[in-house]
């Protein structure tokens, strides 16, 4: 059995096809708009938020990474920040960054 038969679920020959061919190809075109839509497009969109945050952190930014560390921004270096957090200091890459502090706080307090 062909694998494309297998994946379009054509069926093997017989009578009365009848231009199952172009149907099985719409649907399997729906299927990719549907799954790009719903998947593919807010996750881009969500990832170009998050490097734009990233590029917009300042000194003096309260911010929470990956990780759940609160800490305050020192330094900002090209691919790093320079973290405080109860008086220790971290190096940090850019992508460890997840939020900034006051909005994770904000979405603590609706929740309550």
């Known amino acids: 059995m062909n ?8 069926p093997q020959g ?6 199952s061919g172009v149907e099985s190809l719409i649907f399997l075109a729906l299927i990719i708009l549907v799954f790009y839509l719903f998947f593919i497009r807010p996750q ?3 990832t170009k ?11 003096g930014d309260r911010i929470v990474t990956i990780g759940g560390l609160h800490g305050k ?3 900002v270096r090209e691919n ?5 957090s109860e008086g220790t200091r971290l190096k940090i890459e850019k992508s460890a960054v997840n ?3 006051s909005q994770q706080g904000q979405g603590q307090q609706e929740k309550q």
Do not use: D, H, Y
């Not at 694998?3 to 054509?10: A, E, G, K, V, Y």
């Not at 017989?14 to 231009?19: I, L, N, S, V, W």
């Not at 490097?51 to 952190?57: A, D, G, I």
């Open 3 to 10: 694998l494309l038969n297998i994946l379009l679920f054509f």
């Open 44 to 46: 881009m969109k969500k």
């Open 80 to 84: 790093a920040f320079i973290i405080e």
């Open 49 to 59: 938020e998050q490097k734009k945050f990233r590029e917009s952190v300042k000194k």
């Open 73 to 75: 921004i020192l330094e």
């Open 99 to 101: 939020a900034e502090a």
């Open 14 to 19: 017989g009578e009365g096809e009848g231009g």
